[in-house]
């Protein structure tokens, strides 16, 4: 409820809220739906401004009016039950994973490909035209169609019956070059620098391009990606070098460097490898073994150390606040940017 001006109100839901609102709790939640009635008509202002006419109202104020219940029971029942608590931000975790109804549905649109799901994602149908290993490729590989082409099938079997047409790629490009050049700076902004879908690539925007699940890769999966769907590509570059194709001969060397930075990573030798600061030695990450509970930040270092995804994102292992408990091995300082090599990890494990 805002204190000030004509006390607007709406169900709280857990939001950080200003110095200017304040929260009415009941006592007993089978109240809520006759004290909602009550603040949210014109009555409660009134009520309350008779109490105190100051440009903000006190907290206690808004508590200190005339409460008639067995009269606001009677008006809530007749008002119909509570709205359930919604959301079409895909940030947020009561977003139900439908592109069509969402604030951001491009974004939506390729998560969903990807195999992503939101807590509260309902059975749309849309998940027959989900990649099953979280691995997409912006050029055809593997017998899979182009990135551009599975995503706008996805978006139109999400929009089928919908009252609006599927959006638009802003600046006028393609959905190819949206993926291409803008998906994962737009991914990483809106999701607060916390990539879940990285985007992966040899650094040629007519080389080799991929969208990955980060959820579902695992080290199995990195090896897939290194060496069956980036394996093809190398192959089609040599063939097409032996061909004497333009290009080909820089591409090809632009993917096998990809590959190596892969299986660098796959290793996990530093600065490719994963460090924890509050895992001990024997517990530390020997090679691509990713703990998702660790983060985002943490995991992602190898890749960006490697300098193969499509932007940035803006992350960085500082120094954090406080101190570690007293006897860590890394010292007293929380300091992230560390390195350990696969020699120490072994020998702490054996």
């Known amino acids: 409820m805002s204190q000030m001006g004509n006390l607007p109100v709406t169900l709280y839901d857990g939001d950080i809220f200003s110095i200017s609102t304040a929260a009415i709790i009941p006592h007993d939640p089978a109240h809520l739906p006759a004290i909602w009635a009550f603040c949210s008509s014109p009555e409660f202002a009134v009520e309350v401004r008779k109490i105190d006419q100051s440009l903000k109202v006190t907290n206690a104020t808004l508590v200190k009016v005339p409460f008639d219940l067995e009269r606001w029971q009677k008006v809530a029942e007749e008002m119909g039950p509570l709205p359930e608590p919604y959301s079409e931000d895909p940030t947020q975790w009561l977003f139900k994973g439908h592109p069509a109804r969402a604030t951001e549905p491009l974004q939506v649109a390729v998560a969903r490909l990807l195999g992503y799901r939101w807590p509260e994602q309902e059975d749309d149908g849309l998940d027959a035209l989900t990649d099953k290993d979280g691995i997409v490729c912006l050029p055809s590989l593997q017998r899979e169609p182009p990135a551009e082409d599975r995503l706008r099938a996805l978006l139109a079997a999400a929009y089928e019956g919908q009252d609006t047409a599927p959006p638009g790629v802003p600046g006028g490009k393609t959905l190819g070059e949206w993926l291409r050049d803008d998906f994962f700076s737009e991914h990483c902004r809106l999701f607060h620098q916390r990539p879940f879908i990285w985007h992966i690539w040899d650094g040629r925007k007519d080389g080799f391009s991929v969208l990955v699940n980060y959820h579902k890769l695992d080290r199995q999966l990195l090896g897939r990606l290194a060496h069956t769907y980036l394996g093809e590509w190398i192959d089609r570059q040599k063939q097409a070098d032996k061909d004497g194709e333009a290009g080909a001969s820089a591409r090809l060397e632009a993917a096998v460097k990809l590959q190596r930075a892969l299986e660098a990573i796959f290793e996990g030798e530093a600065p490719y490898d994963i460090f924890v600061r509050w895992k001990p030695m024997e517990q530390q990450p020997i090679g691509w073994e990713p703990d998702l509970n660790d983060g985002v930040r943490l995991n992602i270092r190898p890749f960006m150390e490697a300098g193969i995804l499509r932007s940035r994102p803006g992350i ?29 990890k072994r020998a702490a494990r054996r």
Request: avoid cysteine; charged fraction near 35%; proline fraction near 10%.
């Open 316 to 344: 960085h292992w500082n120094k954090d606040r406080g101190k570690n408990p007293p006897g860590s091995p890394w010292g007293e300082d929380r300091i992230n940017d560390q390195h350990l090599t696969l020699e120490e």
